[in-house]
């Protein structure tokens, strides 16, 4: 019998082999039928062959390709035609790689996976690896790809989300129109001192039982201030020294960061690249992400420096922040109970925030 891609060579039989040629057993594989048979198999200068009950073979060994060695898995030489030889015996296929030149240094990565002891620790490593790169690696990407992130695409991120907030977590304001317009001339002229080159808007909707006193801020720039905490601000300067918060999220792009960490790389490889479509696609993801997602506590301090500078300039004090800080802190009654939504949710630390500004405070009355 000769089968497909053999070369019958009537002048070349086993008993023509010199001895010290390489030899082994295997089993083989017609390539038609499931069913496999014992073979012998030598090599004789650059021709495999294959000698089988009812079968003597002999193939190119150029064209023999030797599969990548696999743990104890037995080895695999794929014949042309669709043959194929599987056999246990590794140290003569090693052999035979090396003869030919194949998967030069895959020897060592088979011997590292049949050793369990090397696996082991080699699953820990990676885990460990795994845990490094989410507390370190994953964090320190993101504030990268927050800052390369073309302003026009986060711009575009803020238009998605706003639709998205609407009528899910927010409704319509019930400010009067004359107070929402006031708000926003003051919030302007903070924006313009402050933000750097984003299309700043402030937006008023109500919060309700879900959202209550909050205020926002999205990467390209839209701030959101519910009406519950219009309510509870007692002047103007409580509101501005939050929106200034707000503006320092913005302009240290906090919440992109927030995005990419949260969300993945993919994300922040699509978005980087100008992909408009990728990041109006997690637009759905953002509201809850930023209502249920708190800052992190350096993150809390670099806007809480911007708000505090912003009011010692033009009040020279930060009590208006403090305040209203206090009052979020009192309505959430003895227990110190906070609805999920709610600012201080968003913003945690409140003690350690408090006693910033109290001491941005003190330190610009000492230079005073």
């Known amino acids: 019998m000769t089968p497909p891609g053999s070369d019958r ?3 070349l039989n086993f008993s023509d082999l010199t001895p010290g040629e390489l030899s082994f057993a295997a089993s083989y594989f017609d390539g038609l039928t499931s069913r496999d048979r014992p073979a012998e198999v030598q090599i004789n200068g650059q021709t495999l062959l294959v000698r089988s009950e009812g079968l003597e073979a002999s193939y190119p060994l150029k064209g023999v390709r030797i599969e ?23 140290r003569a296929i090693a052999a035979l790689e090396r003869r030919m030149g194949r998967n030069a ?31 370190y690696g994953l964090p320190a990407l993101a ?6 992130t073309p302003v026009a695409v986060m711009t575009a991120l803020d238009a998605q989300t706003v639709r998205a907030i609407d009528g899910e977590y927010l409704s319509a304001s019930s400010l009067n129109p004359a107070r929402q317009n006031a708000l926003r001339r003051e919030f302007a002229a903070l924006a313009a001192e402050q933000g750097g ?7 008023f909707r109500d919060g309700g039982d879900l959202v209550g006193a909050n205020a926002f801020a999205l990467p390209g720039g839209t701030v959101f201030v519910t009406d519950e905490l219009v309510k509870l601000a007692q002047n103007d300067r409580e509101i ?14 906090h919440a992109m960061r927030q995005i990419y960490q949260s969300l993945g790389l993919t994300l922040a490889f699509s978005v980087v690249a100008g992909d408009v479509t990728s990041a109006a696609s997690v637009a759905a993801a953002v509201p809850a992400l930023l209502l249920n997602s708190g800052y992190s506590r350096q993150a809390e301090t670099q806007a809480d420096d911007d708000a505090g500078r912003w009011l010692m300039k033009h009040y020279g004090t930060t009590r ?23 600012m201080l949710a968003s913003h945690p630390g409140e003690g350690q925030r408090l006693a910033h500004l109290r001491a941005i405070e003190a330190q610009a009355e000492g230079k005073r």
């Open 105 to 135: 240094g895959l020897g060592l990565v088979q011997r590292l996976e049949s050793n369990w002891p090397v696996a082991l620790a080699s699953v820990v490593g990676v885990l460990a690896f795994l845990g490094l790169f989410v507390q």
């Open 9 to 11: 060579n009537d002048d």
């Open 320 to 342: 208006p922040l403090q305040d209203i800080l206090k009052r979020l802190i009192e309505q959430d009654g003895p227990e110190g109970k906070s609805s999920v939504l709610d």
């Open 143 to 148: 504030g990268v790809g927050a800052q390369i």
């Open 197 to 203: 080159p984003y299309t700043f808007r402030l937006l």
């Open 68 to 90: 990548s060695p696999l743990s104890r898995l037995r080895r695999v030489l794929k014949l042309p035609g669709g043959a194929r030889l599987e056999t246990d015996d590794r």
């Open 240 to 253: 501005l020294g939050v929106l200034a918060h707000e503006v320092g999220h913005v302009e240290h792009r």
